[in-house]
C-alpha cells in the first residue's frame, strides 16, 4: 500500500523562477492538503484540494497556486520565488477531509 | 484564531518515560493528534484521539485529553534512542466552511540519552 509520494526531494531555485511541486496521495485517498514548514516551525496550512477543486486556503498569497487532477494527485505551483519561500513542502492526504491526514516526506525548496 | 503551544524541548534518560504536553485554544477541536518527525523526514502520524475521549493507549504511547483545560499530554514508555526525534501537537477544528482546519504546534524536540 504505497503512502504520500512527493517530488523532486530536493529543488534549488533563483529568486523571482518559478516552481512546481508534485504529490501523489495515500492509496483510497481523494483530499490533498499542501503545508509549508520553515526550518524550526510546525508547518503552515496552505491549501487543500477535493473533486479537483481549492476547497479552502491558509493565510498564503496569490503567488501560491495549485493543482488536482482526476487520479487525485495534486500540484503546488509558486510564482516569483522569495528568499523566504525556502522551505520544506509537506503533502497531506485524507480521505474526504475527515480522516487524519498522512504525510509525505517533502520537497525541501532552496531558494538563492 | 487557533493556537497551539508546545514546549520546545525534552530530554531524558533512555528506559525512562517521556511526557510531552500540548495546549491549544480552539474549543471546537474534533481530533487532536501526535505526529513524529525525524530528521530529513516528513510527518508520522503517531495516534490520534476524538475529543470525547479522555484517554488511548496504544503499546508504549499514552495520550491523555483534559478537554477542560485543553490540555494534551503524550507519554512514551520505556523511551528508546529511536524515539529522538521532533514531535508535532495538532488539533483538528472546523473552519467556518464547514471543514476540517488542522493547526499543528511548533514542536517538542525530545533528546534521549543513553
Known amino acids: 500500500d504505497a503512502g504520500v509520494t512527493q517530488s523532486p526531494t530536493h529543488l534549488i531555485k533563483t529568486r523571482g523562477q518559478q516552481v512546481t511541486l508534485r504529490c501523489s496521495p495515500k492509496?483510497?485517498?481523494?483530499?490533498v492538503s499542501w503545508y509549508q514548514q520553515a526550518l524550526g516551525q510546525g508547518p503552515q496550512f496552505i491549501f487543500q484540494?477535493?473533486?479537483?477543486?481549492?476547497?479552502q486556503r491558509g493565510n498564503f498569497p496569490d503567488r501560491f497556486s495549485g493543482h488536482q487532477f482526476p487520479n487525485y494527485s495534486s500540484e503546488l505551483n509558486v510564482n516569483a520565488l522569495l528568499l523566504g519561500d525556502s522551505a520544506l513542502y509537506l503533502c497531506a492526504s485524507s480521505l474526504g477531509g475527515r480522516q487524519p491526514q498522512h504525510f509525505g516526506d517533502g520537497t525541501r525548496l532552496s531558494i538563492l | 484564531g487557533e493556537d497551539v503551544e508546545q514546549s520546545l524541548f525534552l530530554s531524558v534518560r533512555e528506559g525512562d518515560s517521556s511526557v510531552i504536553n500540548c495546549t491549544y485554544t480552539?474549543?471546537?477541536?474534533?481530533?487532536l493528534y501526535w505526529y513524529k518527525q525525524e530528521p530529513g523526514a516528513g510527518l508520522q502520524l503517531l495516534t490520534y484521539i476524538f475529543s470525547n475521549m479522555d484517554m488511548k493507549q496504544d503499546q508504549r504511547l499514552t495520550v491523555l485529553l483534559n478537554k477542560k483545560d485543553k490540555h494534551l499530554s503524550l507519554r512514551i514508555a520505556d523511551t528508546q534512542t529511536g524515539d529522538s526525534a521532533i514531535y508535532f501537537c495538532?488539533?483538528?477544528?472546523?473552519?467556518?466552511?464547514?471543514?476540517?482546519?488542522?493547526?499543528f504546534g511548533t514542536g517538542t524536540k525530545l533528546q534521549v540519552i543513553p
Open positions: 480552539d474549543s471546537s477541536s474534533t481530533y
Open positions: 484540494y477535493y473533486e479537483e477543486e481549492e476547497r
Open positions: 492509496s483510497g485517498h481523494d483530499t
Open positions: 495538532a488539533e483538528s477544528g472546523m473552519n467556518s466552511g464547514g471543514y476540517q482546519k488542522v493547526t
